[in-house]
């Protein structure tokens, strides 16, 4: 897979390009909730 790109895209709309080749493992999964407040 000469030239192949992960591309990824977050819920703000920002982008990121890698080259695939570049990579050896990635997870991906769900975002993680944020707690608000003092309790947190």
Not at 14 to 21: I, L, Q, S
Not at 33 to 39: A, L, M, P, S
Request: no cysteine; charged share 30%.
């Amino acid at each position: 897979m000469a030239g192949a790109t992960l591309d990824l895209t977050d819920a703000k709309g920002r982008r990121v390009v890698v080259p695939a080749g570049s990579l050896g493992y990635v997870e991906i999964g769900e975002e993680a909730k944020r707690r608000v407040g003092f309790g947190a």
